[in-house]
T-cell receptor
């Protein structure tokens, strides 16, 4: 059953702590994306990757980091430099270019 | 870069009535326009999309129209049902086709 898996579903971060959100896809998609969604708001692009070992900053990359060592995996690290990390984080993938993006179920991150 | 505006931000209709959501975009080079539906706490799901070489596309009760000259596209939902209640996002392909730019969303409520 193909799809995108995000884990964990809920995550809590302590002050000064880095946390990593997992995103795995078995759709054989080249492109992967990370979005942040705040309550009642739209989707803002954090980082995206068109190919393995390459990624670009989106509109709100400060305080976040990513890696793309494997085609199927695109983990997002929320660093301690991100002062307001509480949000719903969505991972997506696509074949690339002008093609539909498919989303995971999201991770809800809160501060302890 | 691309900028996408979406109106209205909230929309309430009676069950059985039609709903129309309009988006405008800024980059005349954008050529792909998807619409996503997001239910509360869930992942966004693609409901319909249109490419710039087509003026209109229909799928049962849902249709999308595109006016390239005016740079706007609209989602039309006919015979609305309570299960149509959700947040709807439009998007345009931007940044030389590398990533989507999403509108801020429209919260549709279908009243029984």
């Amino acid at each position: 059953d193909g799809g995108i898996t995000q884990s964990p579903k809920y995550l809590f971060r302590k002050e000064g702590q880095n946390v990593t959100l997992s995103c795995e896809q078995n759709l054989n998609h080249d492109a992967m994306y990370w979005y942040r969604q705040d309550p009642g708001q739209g989707l803002r692009l954090i980082y995206y990757s068109q190919i393995v070992n390459d990624f670009q900053k989106g509109d709100i990359a400060e305080g976040y980091s990513v890696s793309r060592e494997k085609k199927e995996s695109f983990p997002l690290t929320v660093t301690s430099a991100q002062k307001n990390p509480t949000a719903f984080y969505l991972c997506a993938s696509s074949i690339g270019g002008a093609k539909p993006q498919h989303f995971g179920d999201g991770t809800r991150l809160s501060i302890l | 870069g691309e900028n996408v505006e979406q109106h209205p931000s909230t929309l309430s209709v009676q069950e059985g009535d039609s709903a129309v959501i309009k988006c405008t975009y800024s980059d005349s080079a954008s050529n792909y326009f998807p619409w996503y539906k997001q239910e509360l706490g869930k992942r966004p799901q693609l409901i319909i999309d249109i490419r710039s070489n087509v003026g209109e596309k229909k799928d049962q009760r849902i249709a999308v129209t595109l006016n390239k000259t005016a740079k706007h596209f609209s989602l039309h939902i006919t015979e609305t049902q309570p299960e149509d209640s959700a947040v709807y996002f439009c998007a345009a392909i931007g940044n030389y086709g590398q990533n989507f730019v999403f509108g801020p969303g429209t919260r549709l409520s279908v009243l029984p």
